[in-house]
């Protein structure tokens, strides 16, 4: 399976295990772990708008920073802009917030509900350019099929 293949696939898996339920916790949750499993990222998981701040949602991987302000790093810098952040390399993102040494490429989406960001899915890779346009357009439709507030 190619990569588009491997999305197409997940998507129609997500779809499924999310239909039926409509907890903001427990979608967040298995949305992660289907993500993070397919394709063994290094870290991926949720952060959701809470007032001025982005606060750690549900996640699989390592333990990472619970809060962010807006327009901080990749997952504030999605926030303030309202659209997908593709991050080749870290370590050339100006003010990226290295919540692990092991993160070495990213991407985030931002969730978008009527029209305001309700919260980011951050991905992380151990790897450099792991992202790409691809990965931008299917995440986008896969958070579309969750509310996370
Ligand atoms: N690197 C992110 C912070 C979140 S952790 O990677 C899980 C950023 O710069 O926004």
Known sequence: ????????????????????????????????????????????????VVGEQLVLGPFQGPVACTRIAKGRGVCGTSWARGETVVVDDVHLFPGHIACSSASRSEIVVPV??????????????????????TDAAWLEKIVKLISIH
């Open 1 to 48: 399976m190619n990569k588009e293949e491997t999305y197409e696939a997940l998507y129609a898996e997500i779809a499924s295990v999310v239909a039926d339920e409509r907890d903001a916790v427990a979608n967040m949750a298995n949305v992660s772990a289907l993500v993070h499993e397919r394709f063994g990222f290094w870290w991926t998981g949720f952060y959701r």
């Open 112 to 133: 978008i509900e009527d029209g305001r960001v309700t919260g980011v899915l951050d991905i992380d890779s151990q790897y450099l350019k792991t992202f790409d346009q």
